[in-house]
């Protein structure tokens, strides 16, 4: 039969189709010429083929909601054969001119083009073509094969209605050509296709495409795709927003599918991102830019997962980190809580998914999943900056480091993997910042070995801080600090040196968080003459310890500095001198005020440490012991007496004089000048029987004296004043400290207070 039909407006016919349809063919004009041939066999299934051509014009359909569905101006399809009953379908060519699609998915998911047709509840279409078909030729497979198959100037209007915000791409100078179309098994199509996606986005791909079994390799190449457009994706997932980006990436994808691997897919190539830009959806501010981000060359697989980068490349970016008013880290809100929940959810429901079966061999001896494979040779920075701002305290504090860049060098979760580390940057454009080692940030073999270097750093700036802990603004200062952390099988070893220049603070802060610890003396005792302070503060302990923290131990650290400081003053003084808490006091013999040779040392040292420290001074307070002392000064002023008597007699004869105290009696000589003292005292004194006084042995007239010399509360104030007056003296007399600096002052009690193993005779110093 030899068919040509012209001008065949089918659309007007489609009322007659049967069973319901979502949709309206509102125009649709058709040509067709063709042959078909019928015969029938008497030993076997008959043949029916067609052959032909196919014009379809103004094509228009709209869906149910009437909306534009469909439309396409013109297409041209040729059949060289069709024959049903072999199940056969063979096209020489099909054109199909501007088509317009408009693809919808709903608020429930339901995509438009999948509900043309309804299905009739109780009911099961099944099309069948009458005959007397064989078995087996009925159950023959469909074979389709096209020589030609293509789509010129296509439109595809995407709109998705399902995320919290509706989703709109529109496809432009969509072009596919594919040759020699096959469902034949391990047939391969040759695939050509371009379109535009967006305002600037294209996309190319050129390749072979398998579809029994599903196979591809394809060169791909991508340009200006914007990202901006895909937001309401993940909007609902993350709290920052994409307000800018451009995706481009050229190379080859390869898949394949099979029954012993399942589907595996690679692509190799590059990934070029450009002027990428996002901002904080809680602050409205800018949270993460950068004007190229290029990876080079890039080899990605599925099935197994693996990266292989061969080099990474950040230029001019931008960072943003925030301490929220409730003390969290910006980045820990990044991901909505709702998604961080059903991500916890899926872990703890989900079984594990297809693995190798090294993989799975993996898993069954250690119980843990191997480490992901994802190797990098090389990251470059150049460009950046990381913005900081602290809302934790008020005022708040904001700073930036500047000018970062540097390398990360073969960066790899393996075990036996140490990415080298050398980063530099400068803190709000002058302060210098060096970072250099070697890390494996991976949990699972973390490895950190890296030293962070500062240089001159004002801490003015930090007087937010410095009110709300330490109670005092920073009128001014520098610092410099060199870090050093090592993590090897969990266990950090940090060694933190700390260096302060010339800092100084300023007005008192009231602040309810701010320490009562005396923060003035503890500065005034760790800064030298130089007007520096240098901390050592080594850290250890397991990482793996949710009560361990690096900061918390250093805070911890500088606490016990402050109340070393209220407490043992001398004793941290002294440990950077080589003495401790001995500097703190001065013993004297009962009785006596002048220094021994014991308390000369002590002083020296003290002295050292006073000119080492100039912004320190010292209070010194005499005190004494109520008894030992009271009878330590009779012998005293006993031995005075008999000194006395010598001296008067060195001056008659003229042999010079010297203080009374400095007079040197030969144990000789002492019962002399003894009895000469006895005699000038004025109280009764035994008499022999004729009346006279009684001479009596040494001791005895030691015993009388110390008897008959009063000694009063006074007089034990005097010599507490005395000592401290003499211990002052003596600082002084070095030179090294100026009087300004050293004062002696009335002590709230004459007896000290009581400390172990140390004397009430003697002068207690207070450092300020």
Not at 487 to 502: G, P, S, T
């Amino acid at each position: 039969i030899d068919i040509d039909i012209k001008d065949f407006d089918f659309a007007r016919y489609m009322v007659y189709a049967p069973g319901k349809m979502n949709f309206k063919v509102l125009s649709g004009a058709m040509d067709l010429t063709g042959q078909v041939s019928y015969i029938q066999y008497k030993d076997r299934g008959p043949s029916l083929t067609a052959r032909g051509n196919i014009a379809v014009r103004n094509v228009n359909i709209e869906g149910d909601n009437k909306k534009s569905l469909f439309k396409m101006p013109s297409a041209e399809i040729g059949f060289t054969s069709f024959e049903p009953y072999a199940n056969s379908i063979h096209l020489g060519k099909a054109v199909f001119q501007a088509p317009e699609v408009m693809i919808r998915r709903g608020k429930d998911g339901a995509i438009n083009l999948l509900s043309l047709f309804p299905e009739e509840e109780g009911t099961h279409r099944k099309t069948k073509i009458k005959g007397s078909t064989p078995k087996d030729e009925a159950s023959q497979p469909l074979t389709l094969v096209a020589d030609i198959f293509q789509v010129n100037e296509g439109k595809v209007f995407f709109e998705d209605l399902q995320p919290t915000e509706a989703v709109d791409v529109q496809v432009q100078k969509l072009a596919i050509k594919c040759e020699h179309v096959s469902l034949q098994k391990e047939s391969k199509i040759n695939v050509e296709l371009s379109l535009g996606l967006g305002k600037k986005g294209t996309l190319s791909t050129k390749g072979t495409v398998g579809v029994n079994p599903l196979s591809a390799n394809l060169a791909v190449d991508m340009k200006g795709i914007g990202l901006a457009a895909f937001q309401p994706y993940f909007a609902d997932k993350v709290n920052i927003y994409i307000s800018d980006g451009v995706l481009a990436a050229s190379g080859n994808l390869a898949a394949e599918s099979s029954n012993q691997k399942g589907f595996t897919a690679t692509y190799e190539g590059r990934i070029l991102m450009t002027n990428f830009s996002s901002h904080d959806k809680n602050t409205d501010e800018n949270f993460l830019t950068w004007k190229a981000l290029s990876m080079n060359p890039v080899k990605i697989g599925y099935n197994p997962i693996y990266a292989r980068v061969g080099g990474v490349s950040l230029t001019d970016f931008y960072s943003a980190l925030f301490i929220n008013p409730d003390g969290t880290l910006s980045v820990s809100r990044i991901v909505a809580e709702e998604a961080r929940q059903e991500a916890r959810e899926v872990a703890a429901s989900q079984k594990p998914g297809a693995k190798t079966i090294t993989e799975t061999a993996n898993v069954k001896a250690t119980g843990e999943a191997p480490p992901l494979d994802i190797e990098i040779d090389k990251i470059t920075l150049q460009g950046g900056t990381i913005a900081f701002t602290d809302r934790y305290i008020k005022p708040s504090y904001s700073a930036k480091l500047t000018e970062m860049g540097g390398r990360i060098s073969g960066l790899s979760p393996k075990k036996d993997r140490r990415a080298e580390v050398e980063l530099r940057g400068k803190l709000d454009h002058y302060v210098p910042l060096e970072i250099t080692g070697k890390i494996n940030p991976w949990k699972e073999n973390l490895y950190v070995d890296l030293v962070a270097k500062f240089r001159d750093l004002e801490l003015s700036p930090f007087t937010p801080y410095s009110g709300k802990y330490a109670g005092y603004t920073i009128e001014k200062g520098k610092l410099a600090f060199d870090v050093q952390y090592l993590i090897v099988d969990k266990k950090l070893d940090a060694k933190n040196v700390i260096f302060f220049d010339q800092l100084t603070l300023g007005d008192k802060v009231e602040s309810p968080s701010a320490t009562k610890l005396p923060v003035r003396l503890a500065i005034a005792l760790l800064k030298d003459r130089s007007g520096q302070i240098k901390l050592d503060l080594p850290v250890t302990g397991n990482i793996d310890d949710p009560k361990f923290s690096v900061w918390g131990i250093i805070w911890k650290i500088v606490v016990n500095l402050l109340t070393k400081a209220a407490t043992s003053p001398f004793a941290l003084l002294g440990s950077l001198f080589g003495s401790g808490e001995e500097l703190s006091y001065l013993e004297f013999d009962y009785g006596m005020a002048n220094l021994t040779e014991v308390n000369i040392k002590k002083i020296e040292t003290l002295v050292k440490a006073l000119e080492d420290r100039p912004s320190l001074r010292l209070d010194i307070e005499g005190h004494g012991d109520r008894e030992r002392d009271m009878e330590g000064l009779k012998g005293y002023l006993v031995n005075r007496k008999v000194k006395a008597q010598k001296l008067k007699e060195l001056t008659k004869k003229k042999a010079g004089t010297v203080p009374v105290d400095d007079v040197q009696i030969e144990s000789a000589e002492y019962p002399k000048y003894l009895k000469m003292a006895y005699d000038a005292e004025k109280f009764p004194k035994p008499k022999n029987i004729i009346g006279l006084a009684k001479g009596l042995p040494v001791p005895e007239m030691e015993k009388l004296m110390l008897t008959n010399t009063p000694v009063k509360d006074e007089d034990l104030r005097n010599l507490a004043s005395r000592r401290a007056a003499n211990a002052k003296d003596e600082i002084l007399r070095s030179g090294k400290v100026t009087p300004d600096r050293v004062f002696v002052v009335e002590p709230k009690s004459l007896t000290p207070e009581k400390k172990e193993k140390l004397k009430d005779s003697r002068v207690d110093f207070r450092l300020k």
